[in-house]
């Protein structure tokens, strides 16, 4: 009955409800068959038997409940006891199989460390949400110039407040530099002049203390500010400061509150706030465009419906103000607070996501490849596991529990790896990502860790381990068989052929992305940014608002500088700038062209303005193409005059000789006509915004012939000076020349102009570097791969490969047999692999910020690209095929 | 006589210690050895065995039953013994503190 008693195992087969009743129904027999025996009649018998049931019906029920409760305790239980089997099992195997775990652990690690580290990159760049208050409702406003956002001017931006409601208040701000001066030492500190609403705008509120009353951005009362709490932990220790009086820019401002810690959005962002305070000739000014503007939607309010109201603003701002502004034809736009926030890093960002989750589908596949192997070594385990009966199912959970197993512990060491990536990330990236600074594995980057290690267990687990468990059910014969179990061994090979062609192919497409990157980044070294770069020191200083009223001044401090600058030994040419290439500032004006109609937007330019001394072009080596550089002539009472650039004359003046044309601009005479100026010279284009965006139209004024409002425009300026021998050695006189000049003065932002260039292209080559290296990694472990799978396929081939050499195939003949065979899903993965790296570059069109000079498409980075990985393939079969030649015929023949 | 509350697991334990059975069979056996002294509530004897299986003390399978048709039989397991040993000394503790406390004068 033992034996029977085991056929008839597991009771919950039969269904708990017939169990029950089928238990009841033998007790009730049995104890029957009892009553009859002691003397009863049959009826009194069942009858008793029954009476000591009790209640039959509850019974039933209590006893179906409790059943069904029961096997689902002893399903669960099973369960787990066989999970924790194959864990064990898995275990033991790969401490057995020290070199095939740790390969199979390491190259997992790798992809799920890169993809967790990048992911803690994207989420603190990216995906955090920014800590104000709905952020989602909070938008950028500004000019469109002609396309891209830009700032506004007070005038049009005070009309825009005053034309719309759909917002919960607009914003201004302009960033501001403060030389904070309340102990002995100064430091000058970003700060910016804001509208009363700003911080409610923004959706937050002071720590401690309040922000600035409407009455205190008013002229005359504005002499408050508010500090961000690093510049208050930084510099005063967190101590008590609301109340006290600070010194900026050599006057007392008395302090308002300190912001929370979470307004510091990132290490760059301004430190302090003073009101913005317009004064009632600003308000009315609408051709400076130097505000950046907030808006916040009010509730239920669409974007679309905002731009609607503005418009309507736009219109009848260009309508009011046509008779005597140039800034005709004003245009609004809208972008959310967010995007303006991250940019590009936004595009940057996924498209190395993208490229790590690639990496890491390369090493899935790899590891496929090696659980595979490890499958056919295993044949015999596992048709002796089938045959004493455990399921197919029961065969795959297996196996999957072991690629799960070797998931969770690579993910472990994935989470070490990208701790330490995630440093070097943020050493090593360039300073300007926006609160990179803060990417941490955190628990959100663990959580994707684990989901990446599952997953990709999974994925790399799933196929090998139903082929491997297809194949052992359709034939026990492996039991019988020894080495080889030959059936599916065909329908396997086909399955490592989709593994080495998936792998080139996914190569081919990260490749294909790295390479455009190495291109364009080749492309811009010989890009002329329109200056020579060698030998030019650069720095900024500010002429404080309050010391520095007025212009003649000035302007003359700023001769004195330059000349000064001039005179110092190994100096050959020295400038004063209002903005150099590369840097931050400068401001754009609209210039209307002699001939052209004011009133008309199409007509009207839109140029970057530079003040300068004329020795701003030989300092930069910048050419002047016609015409001349400014002298002495130019003076304050004299003709007015500019010079243009090319990318200027060229639209202000296309097919005509643009020296001696006038360009009105900038401010208007007396009677409110147009203030003409004449076109004294044209010099070359310099690329401003880096050496990968197009130059402006651009143009010159000389110091003495400042327009009187520009001088509210800026009030940082640059100090550019050429030497022959190593421009950081110029520091120290520059620094003793302005102290003679203004002690108080200090110069900062110091750096060559070869740093500057290099700096515009910092993230770029940051980007290009870490695509390189993930492509550079997916070609190793690719090869690898490959490497893997024709050695698997060599050995497999040993006796046919013998018959062959016994029959006189020579060793040419036997290696070229094996490298047709890879050959073949190594160039339809390379096939495949151009096809998604055409389709992936037109869909990521939007992420390659980065590609410059290039064709998405460029046939000659496609071309290296397949090239490269077609010889990567065949060395990694060659190796392989060579050992298979020189094998001994008769000692494989001998091996069966 | 009542059982005492908790009782009852115990005394299938040792019923099966003996092998296996199917429910009479407990009831039964448990009626024959302590010569009817202790009649089993049957209304509380099957939810016991049902109890018992999920705590894994006992396991079930079907088999032929000494009638020729299909019946459950219920055996001990390896952790049902540890239980009975344990419950079986914790028993003879009680017993014996009682019987002191019974015996005493007065």
């Not at chain 1, 072991?402 to 070097?424: D, K």
């Not at chain 1, 594995?441 to 799933?462: E, M, Q, R, T, Y």
Request: proline share 5%; hydrophobic share 45%; charged share 20%.
């Amino acid at each position: 009955m033992g034996i029977l008693g085991r056929f008839y195992r597991k009771p919950w087969k039969v269904g708990v409800d017939a169990e029950v009743d089928e238990e009841l129904a033998f007790h009730l027999e049995m104890r029957t068959r009892e009553f009859v025996a002691n003397g009863l009649s049959h009826d009194a018998a069942r009858r008793e038997a029954e009476r000591r049931l009790g209640n039959q019906r509850t019974l039933r029920t209590t006893l179906a409940a409790m059943g069904a409760r029961r096997d689902r305790h002893l399903q669960r239980t099973q369960y787990m006891s066989e999970f924790w089997q194959d864990v064990t099992f898995t275990a033991r195997q790969f401490w057995k199989n020290p070199g095939f775990a740790a390969i199979a652990i390491l190259t997992l690690a790798l992809g799920i460390g890169g993809t967790t580290a990048i992911f803690s990159a994207l989420y603190a760049v990216v995906l955090r949400p920014l800590p104000l208050r709905e952020p989602d409702r909070l938008f950028a406003v500004g000019e469109t110039n002609p396309a891209v956002l830009s700032p506004m001017s007070v005038g049009i931006y005070v009309d825009a407040e005053a034309g719309t409601d759909v917002f919960d208040g607009l914003a201004a701000l302009q960033y501001a530099n403060y030389n904070l001066a309340d102990s002995a030492t100064p430091e000058r500190v970003i700060g910016a002049k804001v509208t009363a609403n700003y911080f409610d705008v923004m959706g937050t509120a002071p720590l401690v203390g309040r922000v600035f009353t409407p009455s205190e951005d008013q002229p005359g009362a504005d002499r408050v500010a508010v500090i961000s709490n690093r510049l208050w932990q930084r510099r005063f220790g967190g101590a008590p400061l609301v109340g006290r009086e600070i010194r900026l820019n050599a006057t007392g401002y008395t302090v308002l509150g300190i912001m929370p810690a979470s307004f510091d959005l990132t290490n760059g962002t301004e430190e302090l706030w003073t009101p913005i305070a317009f004064t009632p000739e600003r308000r009315r000014m609408h051709d400076e465009h130097y505000l950046s503007v907030y808006g916040r939607l009010k509730h239920g309010v669409t974007p679309q419906r905002a731009m609607a109201q503005l418009d309507a603003v736009a219109a009848r701002v260009s309508r009011d103000f046509a008779s005597e502004l140039v800034a005709t034809g004003v245009k609004f736009s809208m972008m959310p607070f967010h995007q303006q926030f991250v940019g590009d890093y936004r595009a940057r960002l996924f498209l190395l996501m993208a490229a790590v989750a690639v990496v890491l589908l390369i090493a899935c596949v790899n590891v496929a490849n090696l659980l595979l192997a490890r499958g056919s070594a295993r044949a015999r385990e596992i048709a002796i596991r089938t045959a004493i009966g455990a399921g197919r199912w029961r065969i795959v959970r297996q196996l999957l529990t072991e690629s799960v197993v070797l998931g969770i512990v690579a993910a472990g060491a994935g989470v070490l790896l990208a701790y330490a990536m995630v440093r070097g990330v943020v050493a090593w990236s360039p300073p300007d990502i926006p609160r990179l600074e803060q990417a941490r594995v955190d628990p959100l980057a663990l959580g994707f860790a684990a989901f990446a290690a599952i997953a990709s267990s999974i994925l790399c687990g799933i196929a090998p381990a139903l082929r491997i468990a297809r194949e052992v059910q359709g034939g026990l014969n492996a039991i019988h068989g020894g080495r080889r179990g030959t059936t599916g061994g065909g329908r396997r090979d086909r399955l490592r052929a989709g593994l080495i062609t998936a792998e080139v192919a996914l190569a081919i497409v990260l490749l294909t992305g790295a390479g455009l990157l190495i291109r364009s980044a080749i492309a811009l070294q010989r890009v002329d940014p329109g200056f020579d770069p060698v030998g030019v020191f650069t720095a900024r200083f500010t002429l404080p608002e309050q010391t520095y009223a007025d212009p003649v001044r000035e302007a003359e401090m700023l001769r004195r500088f330059g000349e000064a600058a001039q005179q110092l030994p190994g100096v050959t040419a020295a400038a004063v700038s209002s903005y150099a290439a590369m840097g931050s500032g400068g401001g754009t004006n609209g210039l209307i062209p002699e001939g052209a109609d004011g009133h008309d937007r199409s007509h009207f330019i839109q140029s970057i303005l530079r003040v300068t001394t004329a020795d701003f072009f030989p300092a930069m080596r910048t050419p002047i193409l016609k015409g001349r550089t400014f002298t002495d002539v130019d003076r304050a009472t004299g003709q007015r005059v500019m010079i243009i650039n090319q990318t200027l004359a060229a639209r202000a003046f296309p097919g005509q000789d643009p020296l001696g044309k006038r360009i009105a601009c900038c401010e208007a005479t007396a009677d409110g006509g147009p203030a003409w100026k004449i076109v004294i010279g044209v010099a070359g284009d310099i690329r401003s915004r880096g050496p990968a965006v197009p130059a402006d139209p651009e143009f010159y004024l000389p110091w003495t012939q400042v327009p009187k409002d520009a001088w509210n425009w800026f009030r940082t300026f640059y100090i550019i000076a050429r030497t022959d021998g190593e421009p950081a050695r110029l520091l120290s006189p520059l620094r003793q020349a302005l102290a003679r000049i203004d002690p108080d003065i200090a110069l900062f932002d110091v750096r060559t102009m070869d740093q500057r260039l290099s700096g515009s292209l910092a993230t770029a080559r940051f980007n290009t570097l870490l695509l390189a290296m993930l492509g550079g990694i997916g070609l190793v472990l690719a090869a690898s791969g490959i490497y893997g799978v024709v050695s698997y396929l060599v050995s497999q081939r040993t006796q046919e490969i013998g018959v062959r050499m016994a029959l006189g195939a020579t060793t040419t003949s036997v290696v070229g047999l094996i490298l047709r065979q890879s050959l073949k899903p190594v160039s339809l993965g390379a096939a495949l692999g151009l096809l998604a790296a055409v389709a992936a570059t037109r869909l990521l069109a939007a992420q390659l910020v980065d590609v410059y000079g290039v064709s998405r498409t460029d046939p000659l980075t496609i071309a290296l690209v397949a090239a490269t990985l077609i010889a990567v393939a065949l060395v990694a079969s060659a190796v392989p095929a060579k050992r298979a030649a020189a094998i001994d015929p008769t000692t494989a023949l001998a091996a069966e | 006589m009542d059982l005492l509350h908790g009782t009852l697991d115990t005394l299938i334990l040792k019923t099966l210690a003996a092998g296996r059975r199917h429910g009479y069979g407990i009831a039964k056996a448990i009626e024959d050895s302590t010569e009817a002294v202790v009649a089993i509530e049957e209304g509380s004897l099957y939810p016991a065995l049902y109890r018992l299986e999920r705590k894994e003390l006992i396991e079930a399978e079907w088999g032929i039953s000494e009638l020729g048709r299909r019946a459950k039989f219920y055996r001990i397991t390896p952790r049902g013994r540890k239980a009975l040993a344990a419950q079986t000394a914790e028993w003879a503790r009680f017993s014996a503190a009682l019987s002191r406390l019974l015996q005493t004068d007065g």
